[in-house]
């Protein structure tokens, strides 16, 4: 079954440094990817999506990923980190070519910024 | 454009009781689906439909349930709750059944089981 690990439950870097939040998905084909972030009382919102074309995605709020399928990688950076980028941040996969939206998530990563 | 919207925000029930979560997806979008989030269990897939009809189902007892209406609103049931169901549960849309689609997210439903 499709899977996505994201390793480290919590993060922190201080403002203005680069942000690097891991992901790897399990699957040998490589599949639809995804990051979203989840605000304190808040829904999801979606960062940044892969699905096949290039390999360096970049989304809003500054953030960019690259997917990496010699490392089966989705890692999310942002070079310069802003106290308002303290989140919950999630990688999800689903597969490629599928009649579905059904996403799988990772576990989470909580950023926290220090001043 | 208006979102996702969730109702409602916010809610408690007791144990026993049954709960009903309503969700209009984003204006156009056929495919509506849920998600359970809590601590323990992180983020889950519940169901998802798309015209009227359930395509995909998650690993949730028979006590949740869902249904999708002909102008693509979703309801989403739990019965004889229980403590554990407490969570924060996420409606989904997106324009099409299709994997790659953008998948927008409303803000919740807080439920809360006591």
């Known amino acids: 079954a499709q899977s996505v690990t994201q390793l480290g439950s919590h993060v922190s870097v201080s403002e203005g440094a680069l942000v690097l939040l891991r992901c790897n998905y399990s699957?040998?084909?490589?599949?639809?990817l995804f990051w979203y972030v989840q605000y304190p009382n808040q829904g999801l919102q979606l960062l940044l999506k892969?699905?096949?074309?290039?390999?360096l995605v970049k989304g809003i709020n500054g953030f960019e990923a690259e997917f990496k399928k010699s490392e089966t990688s989705f890692h999310l950076t942002k070079p310069s980190a802003h106290m308002s980028d303290a989140a919950e941040y999630f990688c999800?996969?689903?597969?490629?070519?599928?009649?579905?939206?059904?996403?799988?998530f990772g576990t989470g990563t909580l950023l926290a910024v220090q001043p | 454009k208006a979102g996702v919207t969730q109702t409602p925000r916010y809610l408690i029930k007791t144990r026993g009781q049954q709960v009903t979560l309503s969700c209009s997806p984003i204006?156009?979008?056929?495919?509506v689906s849920w998600y359970q989030q809590t601590p323990g269990q992180g983020l889950q897939f519940l169901f998802e439909?798309?015209?009227?009809?359930?395509?995909n189902k998650g690993n949730f007892p028979g006590r949740f349930s869902g249904r999708q209406f002909s102008n693509s609103r979703s309801e989403m049931n739990v019965s004889t709750l229980e403590l554990g169901d407490s969570a924060l549960y996420l409606c989904?849309?997106?324009?099409?059944?299709?994997?790659?689609?953008?998948?927008?997210f409303g803000e919740g439903s807080w439920l809360t089981v006591v």
């Open positions: 989904a849309s997106s324009p099409r059944q299709e994997s790659g689609n953008t998948i927008y």
């Open positions: 699957s040998s084909v490589p599949p639809y």
């Open positions: 892969y699905t096949s074309a290039a390999t």
């Open positions: 999800a996969v689903t597969d490629k070519g599928g009649a579905t939206n059904k996403l799988i």
């Open positions: 204006s156009g979008h056929r495919s």
């Open positions: 439909y798309f015209s009227e009809t359930q395509r």
